[in-house]
């Protein structure tokens, strides 16, 4: 079993805590079948002096949250796609959880037991709405863990005031802008970004869903994650159905948690298109 990244220093008050869902997406990425995947897809050896060698593929976590996910692709590259080399990245909403997951993602590759596998190229943890920092074509593996607990309605700030952002990662009301009250409602605000989806828990992974014929390279793939009340079985009808229903896009069920019962069930749903020879 791959290591799990040290998380020891995020603070969970502002940021999404590794859980289960979190911990299904290490073992399903790392499982035998995904990481045949992955290796047969992106890591393509060149048998003869014309051949062109494969593009270094570009792996993005949409809201890393603490970053564990991202980190541990990074840390085991070799492990997990057959080369060290890879790009990573990752774009969160939250700002704390940009800080998080790029501290999270340097004390993976810098540890003693991963230095033989890991990558060296992670491109930082951007501020951003799910795919929109990402240019077209551009992203070969994406992963994203949604909110996706069924809610009355998405979160929103108390009085529709825009989120802060400074980029030192402290907001106004760290430097006396603001009232610690104002700075408890923003920190409850991104947390509940973190996990309320809306209707039928869906509303964001939606427009996730609909940003993949742009943001996704040829060959690219998603992971995303569903609960049983996301409606599974409807959701992947409308993957297959993007871009009119004649992009070519297949999605499997690549990895479920162990409940049977109850919304809690979990799978992960890879997402990707046949790379034509």
């Not at 863990?145 to 529709?160: C, D, H, I, K, Q």
């Not at 409606?231 to 004649?246: C, F, T």
Request: net charge negative; with cysteine; proline share 6%.
């Amino acid at each position: 079993m791959l290591p799990t990244p040290d998380t020891s220093h995020v603070a969970y008050e502002r940021v999404y805590e590794p859980a289960e869902d979190s911990f299904l997406f290490l073992d399903v990425l790392s499982s035998a079948s995904e990481t045949a995947f992955l290796q047969s897809r992106f890591h393509t050896t060149t048998t003869t002096q014309t051949s062109s060698p494969s593009p270094v593929p570009l792996v993005i976590e949409i809201g890393p949250g603490s970053g564990v996910v991202i980190a541990f692709l990074t840390a085991h590259a070799h492990s997990l796609f057959g080369t060290r080399s890879i790009l990573t990245g990752a774009v969160d909403m939250n700002r704390h959880a940009c800080a998080a997951t790029t501290e999270t993602v340097r004390r993976a590759i810098t540890s003693p037991a991963n230095t033989s596998t890991a990558s060296t190229s992670f491109l930082g943890a951007v501020q951003g709405d799910l795919a929109t920092p990402l240019r077209d074509h551009s992203v070969d593996v994406l992963v994203f863990n949604p909110p996706y607990v069924p809610t009355a309605e998405l979160p929103s700030r108390e009085g529709g005031s825009p989120s802060h952002v400074d980029g030192d990662g402290d907001g106004d009301n760290a430097r006396g802008g603001g009232s610690a009250r104002d700075a408890f409602a923003e920190d409850s605000y991104l947390l509940a970004l973190s996990y309320a989806g809306g209707r039928d828990g869906m509303e964001t992974t939606d427009r996730l869903l609909d940003s993949l014929p742009r943001v996704l390279s040829a060959r690219g793939c998603a992971y995303i994650l569903l609960c049983a009340q996301n409606k599974p079985a409807e959701v992947k009808e409308r993957i297959r159905r993007l871009g009119g229903g004649g992009g070519g896009w297949r999605v499997e069920t690549v990895g479920s948690s162990g409940k049977q019962a109850g919304w809690e069930k979990l799978q992960i749903i890879r997402i990707w298109r046949d790379i034509e020879s």
